[in-house]
């Protein structure tokens, strides 16, 4: 059973479109993570990206049925970030357990640690490794569509 996004909120959880970055921060997680927050806040490129993720990762899976796995968005959030780092899978679990801005970014920051999950390695290369470089090109193909309507805003 996998849902696109966690719909209900955890006590004290930011909501991903009100993180906050540091502006003077020349390090490449955040940029990384300002580009999916971009991508989050447009619904309809989001929309596009979450039917290619439930066509090609969710399809056959029942949503009433089954052990809960990974949302479709934390999928995709930790498979933009090991591709924009080009860092292995040990890497990218330590930053999904202790990288702050990444787990708000992943939908988590609670205010109990102990509430929140720690990813295993073995997780998130199973879940991870589901974006085949096809769905990766689809993905591209719709990012690049909505970085060219950001440019065209403000070339006018």
Not at 27 to 52: M, W
Not at 84 to 97: G, K, P, S
């Amino acid at each position: 059973m996998r849902v696109v996004m966690e719909a209900q909120r955890a006590f004290g959880q930011v909501p991903i479109e009100e993180i906050k970055f540091d502006p003077r921060s020349r390090d490449d997680i955040p940029v990384v993570l300002r580009g999916l927050l971009s991508i989050y806040k447009n619904a309809k490129t989001r929309e596009k990206i979450f039917e290619l993720l439930e066509a090609d990762v969710a399809s056959g899976v029942s949503h009433k049925l089954g052990r809960p796995g990974m949302d479709l968005w934390r999928i995709f959030v930790l498979g933009v970030v090991k591709q924009a780092l080009n860092c292995d899978y040990d890497r990218l679990t330590h930053m999904a357990n202790y990288d702050k801005l990444l787990r708000q970014m992943l939908g988590h920051g609670g205010w109990r640690e102990d509430e929140d999950p720690e990813y295993h390695v073995q997780t998130i290369l199973d879940n991870v490794s589901l974006l085949s470089e096809e769905l990766l090109g689809k993905i591209n193909a719709v990012v690049v569509e909505h970085g060219h309507a950001k440019l065209t805003k403000k070339v006018r």
